[in-house]
């Protein structure tokens, strides 16, 4: 008898007519009953109500129509089907009247935050209470649910919820500024965007996984074709354009050249980036906060961010350290991806109290206020308050002794931005202490110091008054040395980068070949997959011949494995890496030609070929 009702069930639940509404019907429940969705729900209430109840209209409509005649159907399951037909006529979904009075106190709350008012904290931790949000954590996670629903929301045309969603979170993010005095278990695993399940994925993925198939580049904006593949989305529309409409993977020709945001895959990409230190540089990011903040935020968004940098300052200011600890967290947290943020901050004085907090003897307030200052030092008005406020040289402190390697690192990070002005370039490249600790950082760091020292001195190269400060001080055989054992490809980007920076002078060039680096040069353009690195490879060898070409050519020329990659490269047409490989291939052939026939020898000035007979 169980077994027949189960094929009866079965069978009811597999009709066309039927299966759809029971799918919504789930979708819909596993929604609600989300732990980080708590304050989006509320305020959706009565939509969600009115979908619950056009479900249930859809079940009665479909059991009318549904031919159980045809279906064999016993007396007994025609009744049962009845009944359940009624049922579901007669349901009433309504908004509960307790949920529609928290409705309304969160309401009047966002009002008073749109007209700049403090609201009271006993009726924000009623709201929260209701919810069931007593931690920091789960507060978080119910900003980054809102934060995720906001970039969802804002790819569609309407944008119709785009107010309330950034409204509510103004709001979480002012109650978990300001309510949670402490920083729960959940805390260290949310700074930066992994979850315990996200990490358990992540532990199994590879870094080939993540790459386009077009250009075996990390995909920054993965997008799906027809055929079921993803590429990023410069690549694939670049093959587009070039008239080609099939599938560069499997050769399929495409029924549609529509392109679908993998936003599922975009995340993963960004939590494995994050984990192993691997910057992400996400497309067209800079105009997402900007229209986030100015042109899809609230009122009440604002006024809340701006009511928050003025609680955190004070903290910062006139708060114990467990005080200005939290606070300093909180900014970090506010200041990583968003320029309002930054602004709001500023504003409110953050910098001087921020500067004051690394000089800290707790580790981790010094590495939360280097980690926010490293945030805001992007922001060029933010820079000449830093260096104006003294900050040049607390930096430089905390790079080279700071408490936790984390904080040297958010140091050198910090100095990075800052190379961007000339003037701060010189007055690093002039103190004697900058280069030997970026240095050290560089011989000792981790990976993520190692990268942040790699990218601060290509900063200070870009005086070239610095240029014999940083030979001098040893950094080649550093360098090339490290460059051997790197296995990321963004450290070996950086390494070339530097190298060959170095090498479109004269003294830099001679320092890289004493340095044995040629042989390493080839091999790593042999061997990497990185269109940067091969390029960086190119232009440094190019330089290389061109300032040192009488230790350079003879050994390229004896390289076997040199040619193919440079074929390879040729082949791509327009790039300016193919270029410089013309021209290297160009000096190589002549060279052997000439030394071929026993008629010259060959001496480089400049980009050219002196015949000495």
Known sequence: MINKSNEFIRRILNFP???????????????????????????????????????ARAVAVALDVLPLKEMDVSVEGQEVVEFVRNQAVKLKFEVEMDDGRMQVNVLKILDQLEDGIVPESHDLKRVLDYLGIKRWSACNREVKFLDNEMLLEGNTEEKRDMGILSSLMGFMIYCRGTLFDVLDNGAGRQINGGSTNADQVIRFLNLDDFRCPITLEIMSDPVTI????????????????????TCPKTGERLTSIDLVPNFALKVLIKQYCSANGIPFVETGRR???????????????????????????????????????????????????????????????????????VT????????????????????????????????????????????????????????????????????????????????ELLRNGTDRGKKNALVTIFGLLMRPENHWRVIAAGLVPLVVNLLKSFEREDLITDSLAVLTTLSERLDGAMAVLYAGALPIIVNVLSSCNSRASKEYCVSLLLALCINGGADAVPVLVKNSSLMGPLYSLLAEGNSKASKKASTLIRILHEYNEKTSSGLITPVFIEDQFINVW
């Open 17 to 55: 007519a039927i299966r759809p509404s029971e799918t919504k019907f789930h979708f819909l429940l596993d929604d609600c009953s989300r732990e980080d969705s708590r304050i989006w729900i509320l305020a959706k209430s009565e939509d969600v109500s009115c979908q619950f109840q056009m479900l």
């Open 226 to 245: 027809a055929s079921g593949h993803t590429y990023d989305r410069a690549s694939i529309l670049k093959w587009f354009r070039a008239g080609n409409s």
């Open 287 to 357: 105009n997402r906060d900007a229209g986030r903040f100015v042109g899809s935020s609230s009122v009440a968004n604002e006024q809340a961010m701006k009511l928050l940098a003025s609680f955190l300052v004070g903290r910062l200011v006139a708060g114990t350290m467990e005080q200005q600890n939290k606070a300093a967290f909180e900014i970090r947290l506010l200041t990583k991806t968003s320029i309002f943020n930054r602004s709001c901050l500023v504003e409110a004085g953050v910098i001087p109290p921020l500067l004051n907090l």
């Open 360 to 439: 800290s003897r707790d580790s981790s307030c010094q590495e939360n206020a280097m980690a926010t200052l490293l945030n805001l030092s992007k922001n060029s008005k933010c820079k000449s308050t830093i260096v104006g406020n003294g900050g040049l040289f607390l930096i430089l402190d905390v790079l080279k002794g700071g408490l936790k390697m984390e904080a040297r690192q958010h140091a050198a990070g910090t100095l990075f931005y800052l190379t961007s002005v000339e003037e701060y370039r010189k007055m690093m490249g002039e103190n004697p202490e900058f280069i030997p600790s970026l240095l």
